[in-house]
């Protein structure tokens, strides 16, 4: 399925991200362009995540979420 593969890459690429961020705090050069690119390539990906959620969104893929039923109270 293609959404689940778009969200594994948006996962994989949020987590780089986060790594290099933290490199990037302490003062390494490299990882704060690694952080800069990395931003970029992110927000394609969550571009490309969002269209394709509500395209299955559209067809019906997410189940809709049920609604308890309401239990009566006995009248005393």
């Not at 931003?39 to 559209?58: D, F, G, H, Q």
């Amino acid at each position: 399925m293609k959404l689940k593969d778009t969200a594994t890459t948006l996962m994989k690429q949020l987590e780089c991200c986060l790594k290099d961020l933290g490199k990037a705090n302490k003062g390494n050069r490299a990882a704060a362009q690694r952080v800069r690119t990395g931003t970029i390539k992110l927000e394609k990906c969550a571009k490309m995540y969002r269209k394709e959620s509500v395209a299955a969104e559209k067809k019906g893929l997410f189940k809709k979420p049920r609604k308890s039923p309401v239990k009566k109270r006995k009248k005393r």
